[in-house]
């Protein structure tokens, strides 16, 4: 892709610090770094230089690196200027790069040329966003392997495996004096088999990966003094929630964020959820419901102190309230009278001596799909996960249009529908509305 303007941006964090740097992109990279620093450094060569305004004073000195298109990051010619990192010295160098008739860069612009310039594919773009915004190693660690293309490899082989399948039924389907009979042909079906096997594979490690990535809600909710709040602090490890024995101390959501063996965590803790005529604890109430209803997973805590009537009247009550699957909790054991029973399908817990914790941190994993480490993973996003339904859906369909109906043309129609939706994930097959939505979201200078 050639363009014809040049773009500008500081690189690094707001703020101060020991350095700085001002990134350039675009055709006009020459020009400036003549005008800047007295001449072109060699490319890929840090050269010591003096920053000039338009008089010829020194803004600032410090290393200058140039790379020539298409050996850089966005394909284009590339000049990074590394000064020291105040941000008076950074913006009197950005505006004097600007008087020379570049723009500001928009976010994620770098990376979005990057793109355009087949550089990188969108997967992998995506992936250097994931790696700034990482919340633990293992997302770190993940990003990385996204940016080094482990995830668009696979997706890669998927579409390769489908596009073969594809020629070979539209073959058939165009040229019938062949006379290649795929419908009774068995490598059919078998290579269907295998192309949704292998989706399924990749998609329940993209749905880790997004986990990675994306972080997951947990809402913790129950009835007035159940230990919601005591259960928050002890997951995150420090006084998050306000506890006492008075009955509905929260009465807003709390949110904290935790690493759970590498996994990101957004705790929200509610208000306790009853019948009140606070106006305050009523609005708790609400948005408690709320929160549930938008959770990725809820944990429904029961007083297990309580007689065996009562904790089986709000198990009723939060039956009501959760729409889908939830961890309950019986908390509070150490409160039981010796051989008590409590109701099957709950995880035993007491808060306050630490009892049954472990088990429910693995009972958290394992809804979340995740029991095994995740180290060696990628991450993924949303629109990974969609797009990964719809081929595999694509390709159930497809098998459904054979093996039932004998009907080639459908299956064809939906092998082109997998491959669009696969290629949407690389960006090979995206609309322009979609790549501002996801570049947007990237700070500017990267």
């Known amino acids: 892709m050639y363009v014809e303007d040049t773009i500008a941006a500081v690189a690094t964090a707001p703020g101060r610090g020991g350095i700085g740097i001002v990134r350039v992109s675009g055709p006009d990279v020459t020009s400036i770094a003549a005008a800047v620093t007295g001449r072109l450094p060699e490319p890929r060569y840090a050269t010591y230089s003096r920053f000039k305004d338009a008089n010829g004073d020194t803004i600032d000195e410090g290393i200058a690196l140039y790379f020539k298109g298409p050996d850089s990051f966005t394909g284009e010619d590339v000049l990074e200027l590394q000064g020291h990192g105040g941000p008076v010295v950074l913006d009197m160098l950005l ?125 913790l909710v129950g009835k007035p003094n159940a230990g919601k709040s005591s259960l928050m602090n002890a997951m995150t490890g420090r006084d998050t929630s306000i506890v006492t024995h008075i009955p509905g101390t929260t009465r807003d959501i709390v949110h904290e964020t935790l690493q759970l063996d590498g996994i990101p965590l957004r705790m929200i803790d509610t208000a306790g959820i009853r019948e009140s005529t606070d106006v305050v604890e009523s609005e708790g109430v609400r948005r408690a419901v709320k929160a549930v209803q938008e959770a990725d997973l809820v944990i429904a805590l029961i007083d297990a102190s309580l007689a065996p009537a009562d904790r089986q009247a709000d198990l009723a009550e939060l039956d009501d309230l959760l729409s889908g699957e939830a961890i309950v909790v019986f908390n509070k054991i150490d409160l039981l009278e010796a051989g008590e029973a409590l109701p099957a399908g709950g995880i035993a817990v007491s808060v306050k001596t630490g009892e049954g914790m472990p088990s429910l941190k693995t009972a958290l994993k394992r809804q979340l799909g995740v029991e095994t480490e995740l180290e060696g993973g990628f991450t993924a996003r949303t629109r990974h996960l969609n797009a990964l339904s719809a081929a595999l859906a694509a390709v159930e369909a497809g098998e459904a249009a054979l093996v039932e109906l004998a009907a080639g043309e459908l299956l064809a129609e939906e092998l082109s529908q997998c491959q669009k939706a696969l290629s949407r994930i690389t960006g090979e097959f995206t609309a322009d509305d979609l790549l501002g939505e996801i570049f947007s979201s990237f700070c500017i200078g990267k």
């Open 95 to 219: 505006n004097r790069i600007l008087e020379l008739g570049v723009r500001i860069a928009e976010p994620g612009e770098f990376s979005q040329r990057a793109f355009l310039n087949d550089k990188i594919d969108l997967a992998q773009a995506e992936a250097i966003a994931d790696l700034i915004d990482s919340g633990t190693q293992l997302a770190a660690r993940g990003a990385m392997r996204s940016l080094q293309g482990e995830f668009s490899r696979r997706i890669s082989a998927l579409l390769a495996s489908v596009i073969e399948l594809r020629i070979y039924v539209e073959a058939a389907i165009d040229f019938p004096e062949e006379e290649i009979d795929f419908l009774s042909d068995e490598r059919i079906e078998s290579q269907l088999r295998e192309v949704k096997s292998a989706l399924k594979l990749i998609l329940d490690e993209a749905h880790a990966g997004a986990l990675l990535s994306e972080g997951a809600a947990v809402v």
